[in-house]
């Protein structure tokens, strides 16, 4: 019972780091068509972020906010200096820019700051474990579901209740009406940018409270994770971004969990290859985006 | 299956030329280069060959494949496993299972058994491949190279997982490395030109008029994946037996990323750019190699920078697409033509042989309805396109005009009722099988191939009608004949003013020789002059061929003059059916229009 509690946490909270990274990458995806490989490393600038408030002892929460401010920053630095002057080009094009760009910062990252992990000690009242009744369950888990709900909600309340949001469903949907109605395309685009950069960056932090540490290729294979939970949820489908990656991570978990021992170094191709069976019954994820096109 | 030496002559000498040029540029590299230079020559052909392997599919699909230096690996260490001498196996593999064990074949059994496994991985992977839209389809690779990198770590008994995999017996020479390129440049040229690869690059241009030409976009990428992933395989089998000793991280995201960059860099959509590529490229990594560790120029002292290769490549890739996104080449490829222009001889045109007359059949629309949540788009349409006459469609905007062209053109599933041509019910049919059936198209916001020649775009669907190459070619020629477009067969059609576009587009649906074309609004954007040309031509058609025309129009002195039938829709209703002039004087088509029954159409159909 225990056992199976724990995983379910373990499975939830990595599930929300999936889900709000795939969340970013939908984002963007349905405004600019942008497929974003640098979406990590705006992970790896918060974790870095992160790193250096704590090494000179800012409170916590504030070292929160700053590495997530420093993500958006980040994300529309890389908008406005990469992505904006590429406004016409292709979908291919631009996925294989932000491949460039995120080449480029990595060895930046390599050689500015270290190749090598650097530690973040979390304060210990967080690193316990918390006890209800019978079963004692880790306070990093929990706290990072918390925290994913949190953000889904304010999330939801910003799309549904802003002026600036639901501009950005209107843009996911058809982005030339959204134009003529007067709102300034650049502003949009800007906005969509530095919210999937703020995601990044709270799951950064949370993906750092799981790790401890951070170093030049973080963001990787959390990235990779949510590029796969955006494809089966439906590309640029926000609803399915966060059913995507709430499904690998939970799938993931149980995996480790139930796979016999000669099994578990392939873990990531059983679930790779459940997702590649999902696409082939599905091919358009398991909530397509809408979009308003005629032929 | 047409064969490929029925390809274009000039197809042949450009492989011939670009293989040539290859050659010279490694025997270059080789003499130059001093000690290494050997190394360092056959590397560059082997990368060649790599990315040759990635152009035969990602470019003409246009898809971005992550997922080749997996498949390289899996290639590798296939083969790797195949030459090794027994006794290296026993110590480096002691758990290796029997069937594997001490094969001790020659090079190219071993590159067979590669090809053999890739083509067995490209099938099954290309299922995948194939169904995925472009974006997913991307990232699906993606997922590929993760599995396969995974596998390679996990399966410890066969691979030693992340340690080094030594003993490959170093097969691969300079010789052996510059025969494979020649032949992949001969196979990756071909293909290009041929029937897969003219159809495939159709669909990167635009997929959903590959598909209304009659073209099975999935087949066609799952053919070209499995090919491109056969010879992946292979080109990974050599640079296994080049390295000697590697590692799964040998074939991982370093890998892919230098292969894009040179596809990019060099120019995705033709051969030539993707040799330009690696040629280039080679020379940058090369130079920024010997910096990494850092240089002395006299007075300033350049810090070693730990990933220098890497940092050039982002930026060569990243200026690429700022500045070129078409890469270095662009579009054309390295031929006889590039030096004498009187080479580039237009194909003769064939007169089309009369279509085996079948018993005359004719398109029926039968009670189709469309819901699209509580709104009813169509609601129980009926009317018949007889064969032989023009038929015109006309509705006010929002009575269902483009959501019927998308449920008789197989885009739209009917909530209820069906489309028949003849007895088949095109209604079930995907959009190529449509097409194939008898029914071409043309689109309301034209769909060309942009980046094709004029001859390609319509090629593409004389070849999807069945015919070979030469007489597609031929067939093509004919219908720019008759549009009057002959003259600039060899020209991209994106260079083409609106009007030619138009008429591009209608010889390009005749080249499918349909039973029944479908035109989606033809003079849409057209000036009075421009309409005229179109009647004419329109109405010569329909004396020359046994071709039913179903006309989607807002102009209406064009529809009027045209029709010998007509269809009037409002609010997903048929309102109204007969002749140019009981359309004319009807009183719901006047009401629907206008709003009153006041004013009514004059002789030429304009509103007074």
């Known amino acids: 019972m225990e056992f199976f509690l724990q995983q379910l946490l ?16 939908a984002v963007v995806f349905s405004i600019v068509a942008l497929i974003n490989f640098a979406h990590g490393e705006l992970m790896t600038v918060a974790g870095y972020v992160l790193f250096v408030c704590i090494l000179y002892a800012v409170p916590l929460p504030i070292a929160v906010v700053a590495a997530i401010g420093a993500a958006a920053v980040a994300a529309a630095a890389t908008e406005r200096l990469a992505f904006r002057p590429m406004r016409r080009a292709d979908p291919t094009s631009l996925m294989l820019t932000s491949f460039a760009v995120s080449a480029i910062l990595k060895v930046l990252f390599q050689n500015g700051i270290s190749a090598r992990p650097k530690p973040v000690p979390l304060p210990p009242e967080l690193s316990g474990t918390l006890t209800f009744g019978p079963v004692r369950l880790g306070t990093v888990p929990l706290a990072s579901i918390l925290v994913t709900c949190l953000s889904l909600a304010a999330l939801t309340l910003f799309l549904k209740r802003t002026v600036m949001g639901k501009a950005m469903r209107a843009a996911a949907e058809d982005f030339q009406v959204l134009r003529l109605m007067g709102i300034r395309a650049n502003r949009v685009i800007a906005a969509a940018f530095a919210l999937s950069g703020m995601l990044a960056g709270i799951s950064a932090a949370l993906w750092v409270a799981q790790r401890g540490s951070v ?16 494809v089966i949820g439906g590309l640029g489908s926000l609803s399915g971004a966060v059913a995507g990656g709430f499904a690998l991570g939970i799938a993931e978990v149980l995996f480790q969990a139930y796979l016999p021992e000669a099994a578990l170094p392939f873990r990531d191709a059983f679930v790779l290859g459940v997702v590649i069976l999902i696409l082939l019954w599905r091919p358009d994820g398991l909530i397509p985006a809408k979009t308003g096109r005629r032929s | 299956m047409r064969l490929w030496f029925a390809l274009p002559r000039t197809a042949w000498l450009s492989a011939g030329l670009l293989s040539a040029a ?11 280069m ?19 392997a990635l152009a035969v599919f990602s470019g003409n699909s246009g898809i971005t494949s992550f997922g080749h230096s997996a498949f390289m690996g899996l290639g590798a260490y296939a083969a790797a496993l195949m030459t090794m001498p027994a006794a290296v196996q026993k110590t480096a593999l002691p758990n290796l299972p029997a069937w594997l064990q001490g094969h001790e074949l020659g090079l190219l059994a071993a590159l067979a058994v590669a090809a053999l496994v890739g083509i067995g991985v490209g099938m099954a992977s290309g299922a995948v491949v194939a169904r995925l839209s472009t974006g997913s389809a991307a990232i699906g690779t993606l997922a590929f190279l993760i599995i396969l990198h995974v596998c390679l770590v996990g399966a410890r008994d066969i691979t030693r997982g992340s340690q080094t995999f030594y003993g490959v017996p170093r097969l ?18 071909l293909f290009r030109e041929g029937r897969v690869g003219l159809a495939l690059r159709a669909s990167r241009e635009n997929e959903v008029a590959a598909a209304a030409l009659g073209v099975n976009v999935g087949r066609m990428r799952l053919f070209s994946w499995a090919l491109s992933i056969t010879l992946a395989c292979v080109a990974g089998a050599l640079y296994g037996h080049y390295l000697g000793a590697f590692s799964p991280k040998d074939f991982y995201f370093d890998l892919i990323f230098l292969l894009i960059a040179m596809l990019i860099v060099g120019g995705r959509y033709s051969v030539t750019g993707a040799l330009t590529g690696v ?58 033509a590039t030096f004498a222009a009187k080479l580039a001889d237009p194909p ?24 699209f949540g509580g709104l009813a788009a169509l609601e129980n349409v009926s009317f018949t396109v007889p064969t032989g006459q023009v038929t015109g469609l006309i509705g006010p905007n929002g009575a269902g005009k483009t959501t019927l062209v998308n449920v008789i053109c197989g885009q739209q599933r009917p909530t209820s009722g069906a489309v028949l041509l003849g007895d088949i019910r095109l209604s079930d049919l995907p959009p190529h099988r449509v097409a194939r059936v008898g029914l071409a198209r043309t689109f309301q916001n034209i769909r060309l191939f942009d980046r094709l020649t004029a001859l390609e775009n319509v090629t593409v669907a004389a070849q999807a009608a069945g015919h070979g190459r030469a007489v597609a070619e031929e067939l093509a020629m004919a219908e720019l004949q008759r549009v009057g477009l002959a003259g600039r067969w060899n020209e991209l059609a994106e260079a083409f003013a609106y009007g030619d576009r138009r008429r591009l587009e209608i010889a390009r649906a005749l080249a499918l020789d349909p039973e029944f074309l479908l035109l989606d609004e033809p ?18 058609l329909r004396r020359e061929r046994p071709i039913g025309i179903l006309v989607i129009e807002h102009d209406m002195r064009l529809i009027m003059r045209l029709s010998d039938r007509m269809v009037v829709l409002n609010k997903g209703q048929k309102i109204a059916e007969g002749t140019p002039e009981d359309i004319r004087n009807d009183p719901a088509v006047i009401e629907a229009y206008i709003g009153t029954k006041r004013p009514t159409l004059n002789q030429r159909g304009e509103m007074q």
Do not use: C
């Open chain 1, 10 to 25: 373990n499975a939830v909270s990595l599930g929300g780091i999936y889900a709000l990274l795939a969340l970013g990458l």
């Open chain 1, 215 to 230: 170093d030049p290729l973080m963001g990787f294979v959390p990235v990779l994770k949510a590029f796969v939970a955006s």
């Open chain 2, 22 to 32: 290859l050659a010279l540029a490694a025997l270059l590299v080789r003499a130059l």
């Open chain 2, 34 to 52: 001093g000690a290494g230079g050997d190394n360092i020559a056959t590397l560059m052909l082997l990368q060649a060959a790599a990315v040759l």
């Open chain 2, 172 to 189: 691969t020479g300079f010789g052996v490395a510059l025969a494979t390129v020649v032949l992949f440049t001969f196979i990756a040229r």
């Open chain 2, 279 to 336: 040629v280039m490229l080679t020379a940058v990594v090369q130079i920024l190699r010997q910096a990494e560790a850092g240089i002395d120029i006299g007075f300033v002292q350049v810090p070693p920078i730990f990933g220098l290769p890497q940092l050039g490549l982002g930026l060569a890739l990243l200026m690429t697409i700022w500045a070129r996104p078409i890469g270095m080449v662009g579009l054309s490829e390295l031929s006889p």
């Open chain 2, 348 to 371: 003769p045109a064939a007169t089309p042989a009369p279509r085996a007359e079948a018993a005359a059949r004719s398109l029926a629309v039968r009670d189709v309805t469309v819901r």
């Open chain 2, 523 to 540: 003079a849409a954007g057209m000036n009075p002059a421009e309409t005229d040309r179109l009647i004419a031509m329109l109405e010569e």
